[in-house]
């Protein structure tokens, strides 16, 4: 069995610490409006939606 040392925590902790802050940080921007949850304010460059629906369109049961 595998024990952990201080950088196996720290890492651990830290990617806890960013997972639970990004998630308060974008609960706060998300609750402004349902325009801004939505459709992220209608700020969005054309190519990041774009390549979003290109990815889930190519998904690997697309072929079947």
Do not use: C, N, Q
């Amino acid at each position: 069995m595998a024990t952990f040392h201080f950088l196996d925590w720290f890492w651990l902790l830290a990617f806890v610490a960013l997972m639970i802050g990004s998630g308060v940080r974008f609960y706060h921007l998300g609750k402004r409006s349902e325009s801004d949850f939505f459709l992220a304010g209608r700020g969005l460059p054309w190519w990041l939606p774009a390549s979003s629906v290109y990815a889930t369109h190519t998904a690997t049961d697309t072929p079947m």
